[in-house]
């Protein structure tokens, strides 16, 4: 298979082929949502959803790094996750009103659906509301409304990677299997934390 260049970029020599695959799409999902169509600035409030998942995590510590008051959400069980991540609060989505959040600048989302929106709610006239899910049909009332799909960024790519390489990003690695226990991994009835990462070599 043949990739163009400008879609690859070089894996730090400290950072290993398990850790360089758990980047690419979580990191450059985040990083796209938050930065080029969020649009987040320093000192601003970005509320999280799923944030102790594989991209939501990602989008968090992205967001701290860039100086943002972060606020995520998920389940009861994902809070202490949430919080390592680099969250500086949590709404459990089950037991807590999702106003609970205050107002906020941007919402980046990976969750859809009602919880979605209900977001517009939380984001200040002039605000944000970013998604991966699908468009998102709710009013909007002076909030820009995006649905992106990522793109290949090499420059982004390699920022993230360098990022990793210093300490400041971490990744949200859950199994590594083998390239013959793949279907099993990917199957499975049971709800896997994490990224799965296959590996092709032993």
Same mark, same amino acid.
């Given at each position: 298979m043949a990739i163009e260049a400008r879609n690859l970029a070089?894996?730090?020599?400290?950072v290993d082929f398990n850790d360089g695959s758990a980047l690419v799409m979580p990191?450059? @999902?985040?990083?796209?949502?938050? +930065?080029?169509?969020?649009?987040?600035?320093?000192?601003?409030?970005?509320?999280?959803?799923?944030a102790a998942g594989i991209?939501?995590?990602m989008a968090v510590q992205l967001a701290r790094q860039a100086g943002?008051?972060?606020?995520? @959400?998920?389940?009861?069980?994902?809070?202490?996750?949430?919080?390592? +991540?680099?969250?500086?609060?949590?709404?459990?989505?089950?037991n807590e009103p999702l106003e609970n959040a205050g107002l906020v600048d941007v919402v980046f989302d990976v969750l859809g659906g009602d919880i979605a929106k209900r977001s517009f709610g939380v984001i200040r006239a002039g605000g944000r509301f970013v998604t991966i899910t699908g468009r998102v049909e709710a009013q909007a009332g002076g909030v820009m409304n995006i649905d992106f799909v990522v793109e290949?960024? $090499?420059a982004q790519l390699m920022e993230i990677a360098k990022q990793f390489s210093e300490g400041?990003?971490?990744t949200n690695t859950g199994s590594i299997v083998t390239?013959?226990?793949?279907?099993?991994?990917?199957?499975?009835?049971?709800?896997?934390?994490?990224?799965?990462?296959? $590996?092709?070599?032993p």
């Open positions: 070089p894996l730090p020599d400290d990191g450059l @999902t985040a990083w796209q949502g938050i +930065f080029d169509h969020g649009r987040l600035e320093a000192g601003q409030r970005i509320l999280v959803h799923g991209v939501g995590s943002a008051y972060v606020i995520g @959400t998920g389940r009861a069980a994902h809070r202490e996750a949430a919080l390592k +991540f680099g969250a500086n609060e949590f709404v459990d989505l089950d290949a960024d $090499r400041r990003l971490k390239l013959d226990n793949a279907i099993a991994a990917y199957n499975s009835a049971d709800r896997v934390r994490g990224k799965t990462i296959v $590996r092709v070599r």
